[in-house]
């Protein structure tokens, strides 16, 4: 992932480049130059070299007519699978088009999809397949539905299907991680739809505010850079920029250091600082219940001492459409949303944003997380005829979207439609370089919005909630494990 990263930016800050020197070329006096501030160099982030990693190298036959005929995917994630090769098309559109033009040329697949109901994808799914006969080879659900079939054994495994090949960076690994149950993975991400970038969680920050306030957005841009964006610094950038609109009352008319709605947003800071409520043993590859460690407990201490400053989290948004408008409109330094949200936000704002990773607990952290919530995933139904002849076209249409639909997806982001600014690059290739994933235990207890309901109401009896709990999820997650198995 990294690395394809890092070629887009290249590629992207070069098409920059190129029109920078056109530009140049038009200057009526050729020897009159400007040298840039050292806070506009800055800006512009070094295009690092990148090797070919032979364990990349596409493996599979560039051309054969061995796996033709019709490739049909049951789509419940609102992503066209088809495409549209029409001027008029957004170019996401106009990629997707592109791969599967490439698919049929090279391989004689002809891509086609059913669409589906998010809400009635999975009966639809499951009544097919339990038929013994589904009209469709793939499956893209939300991960709650596709482990709701899974654990009923209506997946085929992933890591047993001949051609595909999970390690390579077409193919989600954090997604391989967090979903794999021992030696089975029953659904993941790769590159050939784009959901789980759309669902990743991040922080973005008003300039405006942050001129206002004496703050320098460059540096807090580098320190997020040099892995140094921490609850510690998110608290002192921020802790001095309530400001009441004159009428001495707290309200949504004031400006706040964080806006957000709560319960979300203490869940994405407990995952940005590596506090996941369950995370997989990497010993097992097995998931094991994190929030009954002291781990968890410091963490959540830590995130609640962090944002229950007077004045400093407005709590008052139930819905992420006001939190946004809120964010929008100057009310807030730092805001926490999806990524998917940014599209719209750069239509309606006039200050400009940028965006952070999901903050750090401390600088012994060694890697950002965010996470991406119920995102739609890949899937095969065990009763498929020749999953040689499935896993062949999956491998071949994740690796012929990187250059196609990924690509485009990013340059959308980095640069078309969204990015506001050229350090927004880089915090941004650190933020789709540690997407994490929930794992999807069901429990009984309802630990994940019970632990959210306690951060929003300032609770400090963690500890005895655990204890009330422990030995409930300890058998919630083995009966999960040996049902999914």
């Known amino acids: 992932m990294k690395n394809t990263l890092k070629k887009i930016l290249a590629f992207v800050l070069a098409a920059m480049t190129l029109l920078s020197l056109a530009a140049c070329a038009n200057i009526s006096d050729p020897e009159e130059t400007t040298l840039p501030s050292a806070s506009q160099a800055q800006t512009t982030p070094a295009i690092e070299e990148t090797t070919s990693d032979p364990s990349e190298v596409f493996e599979l036959p560039t051309e054969t007519q061995e796996y033709a005929g019709k490739l049909v995917i049951l789509n419940s994630s609102g992503i066209s699978f088809d495409g549209l090769d029409d001027a008029s098309a957004d170019a996401l559109d106009q990629a997707i088009f592109r791969r599967n033009a490439i698919m049929s040329e090279k391989y004689g697949v002809e891509v086609s999809e059913i669409v589906a109901k998010s809400s009635k994808a999975a009966t639809t799914a499951e009544n097919e397949i339990q038929s013994g006969d589904p009209s469709f080879d793939v499956a893209s659900l939300n991960y709650t539905n ?5 654990r009923q054994g209506l997946w085929y495994d992933l890591a047993s299907i001949d051609n595909i090949s999970l390690e390579k960076s077409w193919w989600d690994q954090s997604a391989n991680l967090n979903y794999r149950f021992g030696d089975h993975l029953y659904y993941t991400y790769s590159n050939m739809e784009t959901s789980h970038f759309d669902h990743v969680r991040c922080f973005y920050f008003n300039h405006s505010i942050m001129a206002a306030n004496n703050l320098s957005v460059d540096e807090l841009y580098q320190k997020a850079i040099d892995g140094k ?46 506090a996941s409520y369950i995370k997989i043993d990497p010993k097992t590859s097995l998931p094991y219940a994190y929030f009954t460690t002291e781990g968890f407990i410091d963490a ?47 239509t309606g704002m006039k200050d400009d944003f940028g965006f952070l990773p999901l903050p750090k607990r401390g600088l012994d952290q060694e890697h950002y997380t965010c996470n991406a919530p119920n995102p739609y995933s890949i899937a095969v139904p065990y009763c498929v005829s020749d999953p040689e002849r499935i896993g062949f076209i999956l491998e071949a249409m994740s690796y012929y979207s990187t250059d ?48 959210n309901d306690m951060m929003v109401e300032g609770s400090r009896d963690i500890s005895h909630y655990i204890q009330s709990v422990k030995t409930s999820i300890e058998k919630d997650i083995e009966n999960y494990i040996n049902g999914v198995k």
């Open 404 to 451: 196609t639909v990924r690509t485009t997806y990013f340059e959308i982001r980095l640069y078309g439609q969204t990015s506001r600014d050229a350090l927004s690059w880089q915090t941004l290739d650190l933020i789709y370089s540690n997407i994490a994933y929930s794992i999807p235990v069901e429990s009984s207890v309802g630990y994940s919005s019970k632990i």
């Open 146 to 150: 596709a482990t709701k079939l899974a």
């Open 300 to 346: 959540y201490n830590l995130i609640l001492d962090t944002m229950s400053g007077e004045n400093f989290f407005y709590t008052g948004c139930s819905k992420n459409t006001e939190a946004t408008e809120m964010f929008v409109n100057g009310h807030g330094l730092f805001l926490m949303t999806t990524i998917s949200n940014s599209g719209s936000m750069r």
């Open 229 to 274: 964006w921490t609850l510690e610094e998110m608290y002192n950038y921020a802790k001095d920029v309530y400001k009441d609109d004159g009428n001495g009352v707290a309200d949504e008319h004031d400006i706040y250091p964080v806006v957000g709605v709560p319960s979300t947003t203490y869940s994405a800071l407990c995952s940005g600082a590596d």
